[in-house]
């Protein structure tokens, strides 16, 4: 009797294991790219390619018409579709240029910049005198951070940045995604 009693414990224990094991993906959608000053700054490319099921990747060219730029503050916002985009979690402004000089000042903002770095060419506090070139940068580490570090509700977001640069919004980036569970 206590071995069945065992074999049914080890047996419920392993049950109770898997069932509440959550594996979860986030997979990018749509990216749209808008500038909002055609004086200041236009997007030559920026698009979503789709390698295979399993592999995507992002590219964006901004062609800089007045440089130097000396100037540039992001606005980060995330946001949930809950019978249309609604804030949700994180909504804050960083200066870029400020960032650049000191990136290991926070953690987070350190992570993400060693991981844009391998993609972009703006690893260098201001001036920018050059375009801004975001080539084939794949989503994985996002999707990491997003399904394991710091785990979402299941649902469709929208990533939204808006460049400004001298106080003036200049453009704007939304990043479209969907993390479900399985």
């Known amino acids: 009797m206590a071995i069945k009693l065992n074999l049914f414990v080890a047996f419920l224990m392993i049950y109770i294991y898997y069932i509440t094991e959550v594996y979860s993906r986030?997979?990018?959608t749509n990216i749209q790219c808008k500038s909002l000053d055609k004086d200041f700054a236009l997007i030559e490319n920026c698009f979503l390619k789709s390698v295979n099921r399993s592999y995507k990747y992002i590219s964006i060219k901004v062609n800089l018409l007045q440089k130097p730029?000396?100037?540039v503050k992001v606005h980060f916002g995330l946001y949930q579709r809950l019978n249309g985009y609604k804030p949700f979690l994180?909504?804050?402004t960083l200066d870029a240029c400020k960032f650049l000089k000191s990136p290991k000042s926070n953690p987070v903002a350190l992570y993400?910049?060693?991981?844009?770095?391998?993609?972009s060419n703006m690893q260098h506090p201001c001036p920018y005198d050059h375009d801004i070139i975001v080539d084939?940068?794949?989503y994985d580490s996002i999707n990491n951070m997003a399904t394991k570090v710091l785990p979402?509700?299941?649902?469709?977001?929208m990533f939204e940045t808006d460049w400004i640069s001298y106080g003036?919004?200049?453009a704007v980036v939304k990043l479209y995604s969907s993390l479900?569970?399985?």
């Open 26 to 28: 986030l997979e990018v």
């Open 69 to 71: 730029v000396t100037n």
């Open 90 to 92: 994180y909504n804050i």
């Open 112 to 119: 993400f910049y060693n991981y844009f770095k391998n993609f």
């Open 136 to 138: 084939k940068m794949s």
């Open 152 to 157: 979402f509700p299941e649902g469709n977001y």
């Open 168 to 170: 003036i919004r200049r």
């Open 180 to 182: 479900t569970t399985y």
